[in-house]
T-cell receptor, first 114, second 115 residues
């Protein structure tokens, strides 16, 4: 069974530029999560989707971050414009459905904002 | 407000010995706890979990103990192997509705297993 796929793996941008990350969850997993992991910290949930609907986006900085999961499978996370403090690893995870607590993570995208 | 705390940023253990990683939480609503293991440049990998109705869960070399009154859990690895060297994250969640799977993570403990 294929795991969670993410791309790109690394991205370097200048501040005020925009960037987008892509995630393909495990086949059949209805719930998809985006996390931000800043160096030295644990992952922090940004947004949770159940199919193509948002379950929780309370910690998503909506002035600059947006995410979508239009067909209930793949998802994209966008930052526009990026700030220096957005430098982090962005992790995508999926689970069978929103009450199943075990999540499976992708390899992450490491973003550096200069 | 750090609801899940891993107060030891690093731990070094000799191969073959027991590794004990600790985690404390402050939110008494948490009813499910998980441990994840993370190698460099990879995403976290699920290791073991425990529900608040239990005080121990074992899976091979890995055992998780939960002390609800102390709001404390620990992960025991016996015997420790060099391949166990990684960062270990404790995570917690609560409820059984749509946001039940929302995980709150600790800051991680880097385990180094030496030969």
């Amino acid at each position: 069974e294929a795991g969670v796929a993410q791309s790109p793996r690394y991205k370097i941008i200048e501040k005020r530029q925009s960037v987008a990350f892509w995630c393909n969850p495990i086949s059949g997993h209805a719930t998809l999560y985006w996390y931000q992991q800043i160096l030295g910290q644990g992952p922090k949930l940004l947004i949770q989707f159940q199919n193509n609907g948002v379950v929780d986006d309370s910690q998503l900085p909506k002035d600059r971050f947006s995410a979508e999961r239009l067909k209930g499978v793949d998802s994209t996370l966008k930052i526009q414009p990026a700030k220096l403090e957005d430098s982090a690893v962005y992790l995508c995870a999926s689970s069978l459905e929103s009450r199943v607590k075990t999540q499976y993570f992708g390899p992450g995208t490491r973003l550096l904002v200069l | 407000d750090q609801q899940v705390k891993q107060n030891s940023p690093s731990l070094s253990v000799q191969e073959g010995r027991i590794s004990i990683l600790n985690c404390d939480y402050t939110n008494s609503m948490f009813d499910y706890f998980l441990w994840y293991k993370k190698y460099p440049a990879e995403g976290p990998t699920f290791l073991i979990s425990i529900s608040s109705i239990k005080d121990k869960n074992e899976d091979g070399r890995f055992t998780v103990f939960l002390n609800k009154s102390a709001k404390h859990l620990s992960l025991h690895i016996v015997p420790s192997q060099p391949g166990d060297s990684a960062v270990y994250f404790c995570a917690a969640s609560y409820g059984d509705t749509g946001t039940a799977s929302k995980l709150t993570f600790g800051t991680g403990t880097r385990l180094q297993v030496t030969l």
